[in-house]
């Protein structure tokens, strides 16, 4: 089992910045892949950008420049430096961890990104 905790989120106008952060705890051993995942109102939740337990990272095309992924394997969190935000960022922002193996799914709570133009 692996417990996920986001924090950061909050309003903040277009062009300005945001940091999130996710803390992980249990089997934080097993874990392999971590990610921020997204949803807004109506829409699918869709992938963010991702990070491998070596460091490869993928982002969605829609941030790249923009956002960026980081993970420190010794304390267990992976966080998302998010700079320029548009409105169209506005979404719940879910931090999200796959395992080794098993492959099993994990999600935080969620924690709000609203941009305002």
């Known amino acids: 089992q692996v417990q996920l905790v986001e924090s950061g989120g909050g309003s903040v106008q277009a062009g300005g910045s945001l940091r999130l952060s996710c803390a992980a705890s249990g089997s934080v051993g097993r874990i392999n892949t971590m990610a921020w995942y997204r949803q807004a109102p109506g829409n699918q939740r869709e992938l963010v950008a991702q990070?491998?337990?070596?460091?490869?990272?993928n982002y969605a095309d829609s941030v790249k420049g923009r956002f960026t992924i980081s993970r420190d394997n010794a304390q267990n969190t992976v966080n998302l430096q998010m700079n320029t935000l548009k409105p169209e960022d506005t979404a719940v922002y879910y931090c999200n961890a796959v395992l080794r193996w098993t492959f099993a799914v994990y999600w935080g709570q969620g924690t709000q990104v609203t941009v305002s133009s």
């Open positions: 990070i491998t337990s070596g460091g490869s990272t």
